[in-house]
Nanobody, 128 residues
């Protein structure tokens, strides 16, 4: 069983930055690939970024490439999402999740059903 708790969301002006954190419980966190997703009001949950267990492989949706960076600190059982140059269209609830592929090496899975543990989400609001 893995429990995830996101933090770091808030209200920021367009062009600003935020860093989201996802703290995980469980001794085997370091062996899992992780992902960040987001869901805006009235829209489906969408993939943002993923990272392999080692951190050596990462993958981003096109709309955030060059602006967002996913990273992890396995010693702290934490995954991060650094978000720069934020835009109003980035406004959403952001969720972290554990990839159900327990090999941990796959950082390219982008569908919510491919992830089986989820946090409660943290709200990010970008004003124009």
């Amino acid at each position: 069983q893995v429990q995830l708790v996101e933090s770091g969301g808030g209200l920021v002006q367009a062009g600003g930055s935020l860093r989201l954190s996802c703290a995980a419980s469980g001794r085997t966190f370091s062996s899992y690939a992780m992902g960040w997703f987001r869901q805006a009001p009235g829209k489906e949950r969408e993939f943002v970024a993923a990272i392999s267990w080692s951190g050596r492989s990462t993958y981003y949706t096109d709309s955030v490439k060059g602006r967002f960076t996913i990273s992890r600190d396995n010693a702290k059982n934490t995954v991060y999402l650094r978000m720069n140059s934020l835009k109003p269209e980035d406004t959403a609830v952001y969720y972290c999740a554990v990839d159900s592929d327990r090999s941990g090496s796959n950082a390219t899975r982008t569908y919510p059903h491919e992830y089986d543990y989820w946090g409660q989400g943290t709200q990010v609001t970008v004003s124009s």
